[in-house]
């Protein structure tokens, strides 16, 4: 069953599949703010067992659909910008911005107030501290844990239920 509060708004491009929460003031699928530029809907997907909670927005795709995977889970006030790709089980917190063709990796946690830049890959598993700004310089590695402006490794995300030493 899905689950959308009247007060989202939904647009004409979005698909949304099983078991999906989408909370009060939810803004999905409408055109990516891309100054100058005129830009196709791609639109948008959720995947089964996502939840939204509220005042959450997700741009349309540009040049790709911007997708929120299986069981996702997005707090109030956060943003997914357009081509992005969230992996299974990520979780983006309060407040947190995800720029266009950012890439989260599965299980990744992304901390209150946290921006991702655009065209960002953050690893699986990784976790993103709360205030930090991913900015376009290090890698960003599976199961670390990365803090401050910019962000920097502090170390490996061992409490994690999927991490797995190499």
């Not at 997700?58 to 081509?83: A, F, N, P, W």
């Not at 065209?119 to 310089?137: D, Y």
Request: glycine share 16%.
């Amino acid at each position: 069953m899905v689950t959308i509060h009247q007060t989202a708004i939904i647009g004409p491009n979005v698909e949304i599949e099983d078991d999906v929460y989408i909370g009060p003031l939810c803004v999905i699928g409408f055109p990516a703010e891309w100054k100058g530029r005129e830009t196709e809907d791609k639109g948008v997907l959720i995947c089964r067992g996502a939840r939204l909670t509220g005042l959450v927005t997700v741009d349309s795709g540009v040049e790709k659909r911007t997708i929120i995977g299986h069981g996702c889970y997005l707090m109030k006030h956060s943003h997914v910008g357009h081509d992005a790709f969230l992996g299974d089980e990520v979780t983006v917190s309060c407040g947190a911005k995800i720029g266009g063709h950012a890439v989260i990796g599965n299980w990744a946690n992304i901390g209150l107030n946290a921006v991702i830049h655009q065209r960002k890959e953050v690893g699986a598993g990784a976790m993103i501290g709360m205030g930090a700004v991913v900015t376009k310089g290090p890698w960003i590695g599976p199961f670390g844990i990365y803090v401050g402006n910019p962000a920097k490794y502090l170390k490996e995300n061992t409490s994690h239920p999927k991490y797995r030493p190499i």
